[in-house]
């Protein structure tokens, strides 16, 4: 098991930027791929992004590529996503998680632990 806590959320003007952070403890970090989701208010969670144990591949969601960046610190236990160019669309919850292994996921079923959330809410 692997405790996730995410930080960083805000308000934020759209065209403006955010970084979350998510901190982990519990589980060799290294050891496994992570994940970002996001949920918007009456919507289902969807996947943003996600990073290999290695931090070598990233994947990203069609509406987030090119203005987010993921990236991981295995020294450091923590895993960020950089958020530029922000939409009143990217307005939500966003959940840090933990992957079964070490292979990039695009569904909640590949990650096995999930943070609290954060809130980020764009405004126009």
């Known amino acids: 098991q692997v405790q996730l806590v995410e930080s960083g959320g805000g308000l934020v003007q759209a065209g403006g930027s955010l970084r979350l952070s998510c901190a982990a403890s519990?589980?060799?970090?290294?050891?496994?791929?992570m994940g970002w989701f996001r949920q918007a208010p009456g919507k289902e969670r969807e996947f943003v992004a996600t990073?290999?144990?290695?931090?070598?591949?990233?994947g990203y969601a069609d509406s987030v590529k090119g203005r987010f960046t993921i990236s991981r610190d295995n020294a450091k236990n923590t895993v960020d996503l950089e958020m530029k160019s922000l939409k009143p669309g990217d307005t939500g919850v966003y959940y840090c998680?933990?992957?079964?292994?070490?292979?990039?996921?695009?569904?909640?079923?590949?990650?096995?632990?999930w943070g609290q959330g954060t809130q980020v809410t764009v405004s126009s």
């Open positions: 998680a933990a992957s079964y292994g070490s292979n990039l996921y695009r569904i909640e079923r590949g990650y096995r632990d």
């Open positions: 519990g589980r060799t970090f290294s050891n496994y791929a």
């Open positions: 990073i290999s144990w290695s931090g070598g591949s990233t």
